[in-house]
C-alpha cells in the first residue's frame, strides 16, 4: 500500500484520503474495539478506539516512520505472537490483568534515555521455521562492544522499566510508579515546592493510599529513582574572588593559584570566633563557592536518541522553501552568518545534524527571593524548527553560578568547561541517531551569543565604555568629553541624506 501520504503536510487533501484509508485497513482486525495510535505523539505505543486514532491523526499528524503497518489489519504481528484471543501483546495488555498501557509515554522515554535498540519505538523480532514470530529480548546499541559500564546502564534500564510497568495501585490504569513520581517532580520544579513540602505531600500520599506499596517514602530515595535517567550535573568549586576553578589540573589544590584565597569555607569557633586564613581555619570538605556545570554532549546525544527530536534537528536543511521564499529571514539558517560559516567550513555543513548553538547569560532569581542571585549560561539548539527552537522546553542550560555581583569579565573563568566540550564537538563526538538508526559522529559550534550591550563587553572581552564603546567602529567611534561625560555627537551620519532625524 502507498504510504507516501504519510510525508505530505496536514490538511492536504492526499494526506486526509490516506488516514481514511489506514482507518478502514485497521477496521479489519480490532481488538477490544481498539488499535494501536499512529499519531506523532503516540507513535504506536497507545490504544484508542478508531474513531478516537481518526481524529488524532487528522489533526495531529501521521508518525513519519511508521510506514509499514506492521500492528494493523489482518496481519498485524501482535496478533502472531499472542494468536487471535486478544490477550496480552508485545507492549502491554488492554485487560487490567496482565498490565496497562499508561497514559503517558514513559516507556519511549526510558527507550531515549538509554539508547534501546528497538528502532522505530517497537519491540525487536525474529523468525523461527514455523513461520511465527517470537518477541526478543530489547538489545542495546552498545552489545558488539559490551563492557561493564553497558551492564550498569542495563541493570538501571530494567529497574526503571519495571517501575514503569507496575501499576501504581491495584487498579490503576493511567499511572505506573515512575510515571507518577515524574509527575510529582513536575510539579514540585514548577510549583517551587521545598525539600520538606514534597517529604509531608509524600508521606501524606501513602497514609491515604496504603495500598500503594514499594513507593519512594522521602525526596532522597525519590531523587535517587530520577536520577538514574541521567543528565545530571557537576559540581565544580570555585575561588570566591572568581580568579579560578578547581577543575582539571587544579583539581586537588586547596589553594587559589592567583590571590591565595583557600578553597574551604570558613569556620566560627568557640564564643563565635572566625578563624583566620593561613592556618587550620578552613573546614576541609565545604567549599566557598560551587558552580553547578550541566554538560552538554550527553544533551546533544539525547537529543538525537528520540526519533522525533532528531528528525525535528534536520528542519533547516529539509524544509526549504523555494527561491523567492529563501529572501525571507524565517530562520537563523536564512541569515548570511549561516550561510558564510557553510561556505567557510564544508565538512562541517555537509552533514544536517552538526549543531549550530547560541549562548546567552543572564543574571536571576531562584523561588524569587531577592537575596538569592545567580548567573546563568543557556545554550540554544538553531537547528530545530522556528517554533521549537526559542521553547523554553528546548533550552539547554549549561552553567549556573552563585554570587550576588555581576561577573564582568570573569565569567570567562566558568566558562572553562563548556568551552572545553565544544572544543571536542568541533572534532566530532560518536553518538547514535534513532531516526536513521545508525551512529555518526555529532558535531557543534556555537555561531551567535544573544545578550545586551554590558553583556557583549563582558563576553566578548571588549570594552563597551570609553571613547571606542562602539565594537562596529572601534577606533574610529565618534566620541567626545563633555565635562565628566563622553558623548557620541555623530550617529546621525549613518542615516540617509533626507532623514528627518537630520533636521532635529
Known amino acids: 500500500m502507498d504510504t507516501s501520504w504519510i510525508d505530505l503536510p496536514i490538511g492536504h487533501p492526499k494526506y486526509v484520503k490516506g488516514c481514511m484509508q489506514f482507518i478502514e485497513f485497521s477496521k479489519e482486525d480490532l481488538v477490544h474495539g481498539k488499535i494501536r495510535c499512529p499519531c506523532k505523539n503516540c507513535k504506536v505505543e497507545k490504544w484508542f478506539l478508531v474513531n478516537v486514532v481518526e481524529g488524532r491523526i487528522l489533526f495531529k499528524g501521521f508518525y513519519k516512520s511508521y510506514k509499514k503497518w506492521i500492528f494493523h489489519g489482518k496481519e498485524d504481528m501482535i496478533h502472531r505472537v499472542v494468536g487471535s484471543d486478544g490477550g496480552n501483546?508485545?507492549?502491554?495488555?488492554?485487560?487490567?490483568?496482565?498490565?496497562?498501557?499508561?497514559?503517558?509515554?514513559?516507556?519511549g522515554l526510558l527507550r531515549s534515555a538509554f539508547c534501546v535498540n528497538t528502532f522505530p519505538n517497537c519491540p525487536t523480532f525474529e523468525t523461527r521455521e514455523d513461520d511465527e514470530w517470537i518477541e526478543e529480548p530489547v538489545t542495546y546499541e552498545s552489545d558488539a562492544e559490551y563492557d561493564d559500564s553497558t551492564k550498569e546502564e542495563e541493570a538501571k534500564y530494567k529497574k526503571l522499566l519495571e517501575a514503569s510497568e507496575e501499576k501504581l495501585y491495584e487498579g490503576c490504569t493511567n499511572f505506573s510508579k515512575l510515571s507518577f513520581l515524574l509527575h510529582l517532580f513536575y510539579l514540585k520544579c514548577m510549583n517551587h515546592w521545598s525539600i520538606e513540602s514534597f517529604n509531608m505531600l509524600l508521606k501524606l500520599i501513602l497514609d491515604v493510599f496504603p495500598q500503594i506499596l514499594d513507593?519512594?517514602?522521602?525526596?532522597?530515595?525519590?531523587?535517587?529513582?530520577?536520577?538514574?535517567?541521567?543528565?545530571?550535573?557537576?559540581?565544580?568549586?570555585?575561588?570566591?574572588?572568581?580568579?579560578?576553578?578547581?577543575?582539571?589540573?587544579?583539581?586537588?589544590?586547596?589553594?587559589?593559584?592567583?590571590?591565595?584565597?583557600?578553597?574551604?569555607?570558613?569556620?566560627?569557633?568557640?564564643?563565635?570566633?572566625?578563624?583566620?586564613?593561613?592556618?587550620?581555619?578552613?573546614?576541609?570538605?565545604?567549599?566557598?563557592?560551587v558552580m553547578r556545570y550541566f554538560p552538554l554532549i550527553p544533551r546533544l546525544k539525547r537529543i538525537y536518541m528520540s526519533p522525533e527530536t532528531a528528525e525535528d534537528m534536520r528542519w533547516h536543511d529539509t524544509e526549504r522553501l523555494g527561491e523567492d521564499d529563501k529572501k525571507i529571514l524565517r530562520h537563523p539558517s536564512d541569515a548570511l552568518a549561516w550561510k558564510a560559516f557553510d561556505e567557510r567550513h564544508r565538512d562541517f555543513a555537509l552533514d544536517p545534524r552538526s549543531v549550530r548553538l547560541g549562548l546567552a547569560s543572564d543574571g536571576f532569581n531562584p523561588y524569587r527571593l531577592m537575596n538569592?542571585?545567580?548567573?546563568?549560561?543557556?545554550?540554544?539548539?538553531?537547528?530545530l524548527p522556528p517554533w521549537l527552537c526559542m521553547k523554553p522546553s528546548s533550552f539547554i542550560l549549561s552553567t549556573l553560578i552563585p554570587g550576588k555581583a555581576s561577573l564582568r569579565n570573569d565569567i570567562d573563568v566558568y566558562l572553562q568547561p563548556l568551552v572545553h566540550e565544544l572544543k571536542l564537538l568541533w572534532t566530532g563526538v560518536e553518538a547514535f541517531d534513532a531516526f536513521e538508526g545508525k551512529k555518526f559522529n555529532l558535531r557543534a559550534t556555537l555561531l551567535w551569543t544573544i545578550n545586551d550591550f554590558p553583556g557583549y563587553a563582558m563576553l566578548s572581552g571588549l570594552s563597551t565604555k570609553g571613547y571606542n564603546a562602539c565594537p562596529i567602529c572601534i577606533d574610529s567611534t565618534p566620541s567626545n568629553r563633555f565635562g565628566n561625560k563622553i558623548c557620541y555627537c555623530s550617529y546621525r551620519k549613518w542615516l540617509p541624506s533626507d532623514h528627518p532625524y537630520r533636521s532635529g
Open 89 to 107: 501483546t508485545s507492549e502491554g495488555s488492554l485487560n487490567n490483568e496482565s498490565g496497562f498501557v499508561s497514559r503517558d509515554n514513559v516507556g
Open 215 to 289: 513507593f519512594p517514602s522521602s525526596f532522597y530515595y525519590s531523587k535517587k529513582m530520577i536520577k538514574d535517567l541521567g543528565l545530571g550535573y557537576e559540581k565544580i568549586d570555585a575561588c570566591p574572588n572568581n580568579c579560578m576553578l578547581y577543575w582539571g589540573e587544579f583539581l586537588e589544590k586547596d589553594k587559589c593559584h592567583v590571590c591565595g584565597t583557600s578553597r574551604w569555607a570558613k569556620t566560627k569557633g568557640k564564643g563565635g570566633i572566625t578563624s583566620d586564613q593561613g592556618t587550620d581555619t578552613h573546614k576541609k570538605g565545604v567549599p566557598a563557592k
Open 372 to 383: 538569592t542571585t545567580y548567573s546563568t549560561v543557556i545554550l540554544i539548539p538553531y537547528n
